[in-house]
């Protein structure tokens, strides 16, 4: 029999699109709090406010938003994925008008940026084939992008661990509180989805998957090095 006469209902689709629904939701929920520390670390002036509402404006953003999604964030309430997002954005224009980052830098959280908009729009996009497939056994390309997937969470999470002091880590991590539903959803999703595409693989997918999956991570990561090297 070839693959598609034996394709069925498979748990693991269903896990994986519960994980990708986790992921696209993750981004409208609470992601962080900023303790009172990193609220004085933070020390957005008025002249920094300004500046991120010219960046905004030229980005064609609603610039009292910017205002009042930075004062929310120094005042210590939790900001959605989505705000992070734009914030970071924002922040970058600033960076850049401002030449506070090394062209490397900017370059490096510009890839940053670009993922955290894509990752979204890559499992909302997978989650409906999966549903229009009616939840059969997995195609290759669908566990290998799956894979990528949860890799570039994990990648994303290693690197801000990686690059945050060490008072942001012990503080994190004797506060996992200021850590938002949204946050931890995000990182169940991804989670979710990394285990479905190593366990939804079958005799007829795996070597067309693990191939597939391994050359597109290749192709991400040397795409994105070599990007930043400039």
């Known amino acids: 029999m070839n693959e598609t006469e034996t394709r069925s209902f498979s748990l693991w ?3 994986a699109v519960a994980g990708c629904a986790a992921l696209v939701a993750s981004f409208f929920l609470p992601w962080l709090a900023l303790g009172s520390a990193e609220r004085e670390d933070l020390g957005v002036s008025q002249g920094d406010l300004r500046a991120l509402e010219e960046a905004a404006r030229s980005q064609g953003e609603d610039t009292e938003a910017v205002v009042a999604l930075v004062r929310r964030i120094r005042e210590g309430d939790p900001a959605t994925g989505r705000e992070w997002h734009q914030l970071l954005g924002w922040s970058l224009e600033h960076a850049e008008a401002r030449r506070n980052l090394e062209p490397r ?3 490096a959280f510009r890839a940053a ?3 955290l908009a894509a990752l979204p729009l890559v499992a909302a996009l997978l989650a409906v084939l999966l549903l229009l497939d009616r939840l059969r056994t997995m195609r290759a390309p669908v566990i290998a992008v799956l894979f990528v997937l949860g890799l570039v969470l994990g990648g994303l999470g290693g690197l801000l661990w990686l690059g945050a002091s060490v008072q942001a880590k012990e503080h994190a991590t004797q506060n996992i509180a200021l850590l938002g539903f949204g ?13 479905a595409a190593l366990f939804g693989i079958t ?7 693990w191939a597939l999956g391994i050359l597109l991570s290749t192709a991400l990561v040397v795409g994105t090095v070599l990007y930043v090297r400039g």
């Open 203 to 209: 005799r007829h997918t795996w070597l067309r998957a």
């Open 183 to 195: 946050l931890k959803l995000l990182a169940a999703g991804g989670f979710a989805c990394l285990i």
């Open 113 to 115: 940026h670009t993922a």
């Open 13 to 15: 689709a269903l896990v």
């Open 105 to 107: 830098e900017v370059r």
